[in-house]
């Protein structure tokens, strides 16, 4: 499933990440927590409002808390999130084996 069908299907503007910006990961947490969550905030500076993290809850202990990585290997850590990048912000997603959840949350956008 390419990032164009993804926004098409929940209709909206494809904004995909420019090359070289940063997404907010939770690097410590197991690859094999699930779920895989994800939410978009604002684009700024060289961010792309994305920020990633296993788990159930958002990691909040300074051990766990988000790393900035680069967009292009995100890949390397969650593959499965590819597909889903040029949603704009204000969109969230939760992924799982079988399970799929995105939806839109314009508070997102109020950080």
Same mark, same amino acid.
């Given at each position: 499933? =390419?990032? #164009? ?20 990961? =939770? !690097? #410590?947490? $197991? ?18 409002? &994305?920020?990633? &993290?296993?788990?159930?809850?958002? $990691? ?17 850590? =969650?593959?499965? !999130?590819?597909?889903? !990048?040029?949603? $704009?912000?204000? &969109? /969230? ?9 995105? &939806?839109?949350? /314009? ?5």
């Amino acid at each position: 499933m =390419a990032q #164009s069908d993804v926004c098409r299907r929940f209709a909206v503007e494809s904004t995909p990440p420019c090359q070289g910006t940063m997404v907010g990961f =939770a !690097l #410590s947490r $197991p690859r094999e927590l699930e779920p895989l969550n994800a939410l978009r905030h604002p684009i700024r500076g060289n961010g792309n409002g &994305w920020f990633v &993290w296993r788990g159930p809850e958002i $990691p909040r202990e300074d051990d766990q808390f988000f790393t900035a990585l680069h967009v292009e290997h995100l890949d390397e850590y =969650a593959p499965e !999130l590819e597909p889903y !990048l040029a949603l $704009p912000p204000g &969109w /969230g997603v939760v992924l799982a084996p079988d399970y799929e959840d995105v &939806w839109y949350d /314009g508070t997102l956008l109020d950080v």
